[in-house]
């Protein structure tokens, strides 16, 4: 069983910075596609960020350019730097790991983090 916590959120004024960190147990970490969802007031849950056991990243195109994922296989976590923030960013933030081995293609989900931009 994988655990997923995240940590890092908070309030913060549009412009700034906020660096979200995910940490897992488990002994496989190294080969899990991660992944950064949010859930906004209202809305649907979206991918913002992935990043593949092998380092590929990939972004919703709200953030691309304002965002960057990276993992640190030897410490079981996975981040997500967000700079810019935009009152739009305002969300629920969740860490994800998939198995490629398994279905489906996120099984494992942290308990999420709240990052809330204000203007």
């Known amino acids: 069983q994988v655990q997923l916590g995240e940590s890092g959120g908070g309030l913060v004024q549009a412009g700034d910075s906020l660096r979200l960190s995910c940490a897992a147990s488990?002994?496989?970490?190294?080969?899990?596609?991660m992944g950064w969802f949010r859930r906004a007031p209202g809305k649907q849950r979206e991918l913002v960020a992935a990043?593949?056991?092998?380092?590929?990243?990939n972004y919703a195109g709200s953030v691309k350019g304002r965002f960057t994922i990276s993992r640190d296989n030897a410490k079981n976590t996975v981040y997500l730097q967000m700079n810019s923030l935009k009152p739009e960013d305002t969300a629920v933030y969740y860490c994800?790991?998939?198995?490629?081995?398994?279905?489906?293609?996120?099984?494992?989900w942290g308990q999420g983090t709240q990052v809330t931009v204000s203007s």
């Open positions: 990043i593949t056991s092998g380092g590929i990243t």
């Open positions: 488990g002994q496989t970490f190294s080969i899990y596609r």
């Open positions: 994800a790991a998939g198995d490629p081995r398994s279905v489906p293609e996120y099984g494992y």
